[in-house]
């Protein structure tokens, strides 16, 4: 089972940008699509975005829709979410994980194999 890793969290201030990244450790990772994902404190894991194969289809949470942009990396197994203009709202562990398949969705149960997560802390 593939393994992916977080990295990229951390404190800032409201308005403030965080480029997280998520490194897997197959090169099979380059078939599925990806998605991140985040879980604030005493709430449920949310769909942030996602992102076909080869890049070419992306889907994002209307919540994030023009401050976030996610991309990836094939040759170097990553995948990235690009975080703008941050509020406290966005205060949460995130953390990335692969598709079952080649689709691009939205729902937690279509993705496997996630990993532990980063920490973003917002303040207004």
């Known amino acids: 089972q593939v393994q992916l890793v977080e990295s990229g969290g951390g404190l800032v201030q409201a308005g403030g940008s965080l480029r997280l990244s998520c490194v897997a450790s197959?090169?099979?990772?380059?078939?599925?699509?990806m998605g991140w994902f985040r879980q604030g404190q005493e709430m449920e894991r949310e769909f942030v975005a996602a992102i076909s194969w080869n890049g070419g289809r992306t889907s994002y949470a209307d919540s994030v829709k023009g401050r976030f942009t996610i991309s990836r990396d094939n040759a170097k197994n990553t995948v990235y979410l690009q975080m703008n203009s941050l509020e406290p709202e966005d205060t949460a562990v995130y953390s990335c994980?692969?598709?079952?398949?080649?689709?691009?969705?939205?729902?937690?149960?279509?993705?496997?194999?996630w990993g532990q997560g980063t920490q973003v802390t917002v303040s207004s």
């Open positions: 994980a692969r598709s079952r398949s080649v689709l691009v969705t939205m729902a937690v149960a279509d993705y496997e194999s």
């Open positions: 197959e090169r099979t990772f380059s078939i599925n699509a």
